[in-house]
Each structure stands twice: as structure tokens, then as C-alpha cells.
């Protein structure tokens, strides 16, 4: 986050998203800003490697081999509504999904996940064989988060958290960015996931066009995902920069 109150002119380097360059216009004349699409984050094949291994362990009976699916939920804020209706409506498009293809799926929520919404989809996946893994942070004992995006082929991640889409977008998997309720029509962050899909890291999906959605997780696994790095690319510039002070 670009800090408030503070002398920016302190900082040797500023990283800084992308978007945060249309809410302080004075950014963009800076010469020490590195500015970031997606968040940076720890996310590489050998972090997922470990986190699949780890919940393929916990689902020893698991149907891994077939189009594997993980669905990460965020929830409200200031900007963003994920409802109940919702809900409905994307496990009614799962559910044509797995009636096509046979794909299974693997859904975690997060600690902004509505009480309403995380009652709804506990409710409505519980008996459903099709999930075969069901994470509700603050009730659910342990997390396998960096297991979800290990063990899938594909990613279904809501729009209101950039720190999921940046690390969907940095595991190599195809990613599918799901619009969700808004209070406002138009929010900056709607850059941030331009450009991701712009680079060929992900899909985005308004949410009243959820019934597309089998469509879409079929185009969107017919390409080859352009990878996120956001955290090397920081890593070389600093490294750049260590490199020349020391000369």
C-alpha cells in the first residue's frame, strides 16, 4: 500500500501497484517508483509442489486425476459484495461444469466470506461428491490454500481480492477472474485486471455473465497462461540498484 503522511522522497524505491498511479496522479513523476500489476508474492512451482503433496495426502481417495477446479472466494468490503445469490448462481454454473466434463472441485473461502454465503455454499456442497475438498477459514482446522492452486488445472478466483488473483495468476495455471456484486460501477482496481488479462494471465467474467461460465473454463484452458512474477521482477530491480550503489 502507498503510504499516507509519509515523505515518499525517503524511500530509494517505491513499489507500488499499478493502479495506485490513477489515485496519486503525483506517483507517475517520481523516479524511484517501480510500478507492480498484480501483488507480489511467494508463490513458485516448488511452494505449490509442496502445498499439492500436502492435500493429496489429506484426500487419499480423491479423484485427482480428473479436471481438477479450485474456487477461491473472497468476500465484502467497501467496493465488493459477494451475496448468497451469488453463490447460487456460480454453483449452478459448477454444476453444468461437471456435467460436461466430469471436473471435480476443491473451494476455499476467506475470513471476509459472509457468515450468509459461507452457510449457503457449506449447505449446498456438503453432499455434492463433485467437491472433493471444502476449506472455511475460522472453522475449518487447518489450511491447504497454496494446496488448492498445486492441485488444480484451473483457477476460479473472485475479483474483490488482487491478492488472490496476482498469486492464481503466478501458479501457471489458467485463471478465471469472477466478477462479483459491486457498490460501485466502475473501481480502479478494474485496471489491475485489464492488464492481467491484457497479458494473457487470466479471463475475466462479469458476474451477470455467470452462465458463461463452462465456456469460458474451456477457452481459458485451451491457452497457455502467461505466468505472473511480480516479486523476481522487484527482486531484480533492487539487485539493479545494490549492484550500481556498490560501483
Avoid at 473451494?107 to 449447505?123: C, P, V, Y
Avoid at 488482487?162 to 501457471?172: A, D, K
Avoid at 475475466?204 to 497457455?224: G, K, S
Wanted: glycine share 6%; aromatic share 4%; with cysteine.
Amino acid at each position: 500500500m502507498t503510504p499516507e503522511g509519509t515523505p515518499l522522497e525517503s524511500f530509494d524505491l517505491l513499489i507500488v501497484p499499478a493502479h495506485d498511479l490513477t489515485r496519486y496522479p503525483a506517483l507517475r513523476r517520481k523516479k524511484n517508483v517501480l510500478a507492480t500489476t498484480g501483488s507480489p508474492n511467494r508463490i513458485t512451482q516448488d511452494v505449490l509442489k509442496r502445498g499439492a503433496a500436502e492435500l493429496a495426502r489429506a484426500l487419499p481417495h480423491a479423484a485427482t486425476e480428473k479436471v481438477a477446479a479450485g474456487i477461491l472466494v473472497g468476500g465484502n468490503d467497501q467496493n465488493y459484495e459477494i451475496s448468497a445469490e451469488w453463490a447460487e448462481k456460480l454453483l449452478a454454473a459448477l454444476t453444468h461444469v461437471s456435467r460436461r466434463s466430469g471436473a471435480v472441485y476443491l473451494l476455499t473461502t476467506s475470513r471476509r466470506t459472509s457468515a450468509e454465503t459461507r452457510r449457503r455454499l457449506d449447505e449446498r456442497t456438503a453432499a455434492n461428491p463433485a467437491f472433493l475438498y471444502r476449506e472455511f477459514p475460522g472453522i475449518t482446522p487447518n489450511s491447504h490454500y497454496l494446496g488448492i492452486l498445486g492441485l488444480s488445472s484451473v483457477l476460479l478466483v473472485t475479483e474483490d481480492s488482487i491478492n488472490m488473483v496476482s498469486e492464481s495468476c503466478s501458479s501457471g495455471r489458467p485463471v478465471v477472474v469472477l466478477g462479483v456484486g459491486r457498490r460501485k460501477k466502475r473501481l480502479v482496481f478494474d485496471e489491475t485486471i485489464a492488464r492481467l488479462e491484457a497479458d494473457g494471465c487470466c479471463t475475466y467474467l462479469p458476474a451477470e455473465q455467470m452462465e458463461q461460465l463452462p465456456a469460458v473454463i474451456e477457452r481459458a484452458r485451451a491457452r497457455t497462461p502467461h505466468i505472473l512474477n511480480e516479486a523476481e521482477r522487484c527482486t531484480r530491480e533492487i539487485l539493479r540498484m545494490l549492484t550500481q550503489n556498490a560501483s
